[in-house]
């Protein structure tokens, strides 16, 4: 029977791919679990060239047996260029900072992103203002990022602190990136963009890596190979494939809600997975991130008028 005869609402979220979503807001808070295990072997810079050699093979392959052109035009060039150096930048800061602090404040930590794209958008993005709600959000979201940094003060002993730090900043660069991809590469697949920053971005892992880390970045256990391969195929390739097609069918704004779930399960596996503890700080810092997180997604974007 012809798909014309049920379209799909757009306005309404079927319960079976809400339960989808937030399954992708679990796979997603597990990234922080899995870079950890994975940074027990593998140095950072050898970690990330690891993931994603393994995401582009994965995507590459899909694009190419659903016929999705992956090739840039010359005149896009830069533009890719630009955002694949964001890309490699950000990764660098949450392997890097990952690598001294716990995966359960990584995960609160990156995760602080749609709160830097909502401050980033209200400057540099036409008709996308701040609004009251967003405000709100961005309020309870910096008072939790305050109480995850409280336990490095508690004691004296700042055992997180640079980690935490460069977690943050990685939080920032993956708003500023969604921001600046927004802004300049609208009209290029997403498939095109994602497959280019793996292009640039996996051999100036593996370079970096060469340099700062030689042998000494590559071990060998089951875990941590376990955990690339979560990174690679489970992230870099299910998630991105699978959140992909649910934008084809929901707007992203009615969708992105659910993921205020993610650092929340991020210190939830933490704990179940490795044994990490939740301090009270990092308890009501998640909270107040993840509740900053759905405040602002759920708040009406003000566009210019005329």
């Not at 990234?31 to 940074?39: C, P, Q, R, T, W």
Request: net charge positive; aromatic share 14%; glycine share 10%.
């Amino acid at each position: 029977m012809s798909k014309t005869l049920y379209p799909i609402n757009k306005n309404v979220i079927p319960p079976r791919v809400i339960f989808f979503v937030l399954f992708l807001a679990m796979l997603w808070g597990g990234n922080a679990v899995s870079l950890k295990i994975g940074l027990e072997e593998f140095s950072p810079f050898a970690s990330a060239g690891l993931r994603f050699t393994i995401g582009l093979a994965l995507i590459a392959g899909w694009a190419s047996a659903h016929g999705i052109s992956i090739k840039p035009q010359r005149h896009e060039y830069l533009r890719l260029f630009l955002c694949a150096i964001l890309f490699i930048a950000q990764i660098a800061a949450l392997n890097m900072g990952a690598n001294f602090t716990r995966a359960g404040r990584t995960a609160v930590m990156t995760n602080t992103y749609p709160l830097f794209v909502a401050l980033i958008a209200h400057f540099v993005v036409p008709g996308d203002y701040m609004t009251r709600r967003k405000a709100l959000g961005l309020a309870f979201a910096f008072g939790g990022i305050c109480f995850v940094f409280r336990d490095n003060f508690v004691g004296g002993t700042r055992e997180f602190l640079v980690g935490d730090l460069l977690t943050l900043l990685g939080g920032f660069l993956l708003g500023l990136l969604i921001v600046v991809t927004n802004r300049l590469i609208q009209n290029i697949s997403t498939y095109c963009v994602l497959t280019t920053q793996m292009v640039i971005g996996v051999p100036i892992f593996f370079t970096l890596s060469a340099i700062f880390e030689g042998k000494a970045g590559y071990g060998f256990s089951f875990p941590a190979l376990l955990a690339i391969l979560y990174q690679g195929a489970g992230i870099a390739g299910f998630c991105f494939v699978a959140w992909t097609l649910l934008l084809k069918d929901y707007p992203p704004s009615r969708l992105s809600v659910f993921f205020f779930t993610t650092p929340l399960w991020g210190i939830l596996l933490s704990n179940l997975l490795i044994g990490e503890p939740i301090t009270a700080g990092l308890t009501i810092g998640a909270a107040l991130v993840a509740l900053g997180i759905y405040t602002i997604n759920r708040a009406p974007s003000v566009r210019a008028s005329g």
